[in-house]
Nanobody
Framework: VQLQASGGGLVEAGGSLRLSCAAN????????MSWFRQAPGKEREFVAGLTWNGDIIRYADAVKGRFTVSRDNGQNTVYLQMNSLKPEDTAVYYC??????????????????WGQGTQVTVSS
């Protein structure tokens, strides 16, 4: 079971980035997949997530209207399109997978599978 996140980088405020997370192996099949982030000195926080068929999508208030989460089940990949980035979005971004089908957990403890994290830095 492996989750491989990519797409982070350095971008100016107002810019965009697209994160990808590819899942290999048995990650729960049709479970929810989500993105979390962790800034230095802060706890890991939920960013966005969705169920396997996309009927439930959740966003943190801080990213609503700017970030879009999506997934390609054929490729076992989840994406996070981040627009209008702000310096406060700077963090290590992690993808996570769950085995539950009908809900999107918003606590880190809800997810048994995690990627390695990718750094996003937004300069002012």
């Amino acid at each position: 079971v492996q989750l491989q996140a990519s797409g982070g980088g350095l971008v100016e405020a107002g810019g965009s980035l697209r994160l990808s997370c590819a899942a290999n192996g048995r990650t729960g099949g049709r479970g929810a997949m989500s993105w979390f982030r962790q800034a230095p000195g802060k706890e890991r926080e939920f960013v966005a997530g969705l169920t396997w068929n996309g009927d439930i999508i959740r966003y943190a208030d801080a990213v609503k209207g700017r970030f879009t989460v999506s997934r390609d089940n054929g490729q076992n990949t989840v994406y996070l399109q981040m627009n209008s980035l702000k310096p406060e979005d700077t963090a290590v971004y992690y993808c996570a997978a769950d085995s539950r089908i009908y809900s999107v957990g918003q606590r880190a403890s809800d997810y048994p599978y995690w990627g390695q994290g990718t750094q996003v830095t937004v300069s002012s």
